[in-house]
């Protein structure tokens, strides 16, 4: 049995993230909503390590206006954004944002392999610390 680790400190957002020129406020469910003051703007994803796959869950109006910053972007669907970070801030960075908003409703942080086993398995998500899979 191997074991799928989910690396990302707060893999379920539950905690509110730093951000550049955008606003944060908390929703009834607790998760966070980010909000830009000008066209880009970030939330900063932190403790991530070059090499590894950044995957973002989150919900917004605008999917095409966001992207991974520093990122090699290697997989998109309908809620994650996914991508293997090089250096530099690694943020969710939105280019043409003044007034979009962005819930992010999880986070993940794999090693390449442990990515490609999860879409092996037609996964794009694993919040919890572990997984075991046969």
């Not at 972007?73 to 994650?80: A, F, G, H, M, P």
């Not at 801030?89 to 090693?111: E, F, H, K, P, Q």
């Not at 037609?122 to 997984?131: I, K, Q, V």
């Amino acid at each position: 049995m191997s074991l799928i680790t989910n690396l990302y400190a707060d893999p379920k957002a539950s905690h509110a993230l730093d951000t550049w020129l955008a606003g944060t406020t908390q929703n009834s469910d607790g998760k966070y909503v980010y909000t830009g003051h000008v066209r880009e703007w970030a939330v900063l994803l932190r403790g991530v390590a070059p090499g590894w796959v950044v995957a973002v869950d989150f919900s917004t109006s605008r999917r095409d206006a966001f992207k991974l910053e520093n990122c090699q972007t290697i997989y998109k669907s309908s809620t994650t954004l996914a991508g293997v970070y090089q250096m530099g801030n690694c943020s969710l960075y939105c280019s043409d944002g003044d007034g979009v908003s962005a819930t992010v409703n999880r986070i993940g942080m794999y090693s390449l392999e442990d990515w490609n086993r999860l879409r092996q398995y037609g996964l794009d998500w694993f919040d919890g610390d572990t997984m075991p899979l046969r």
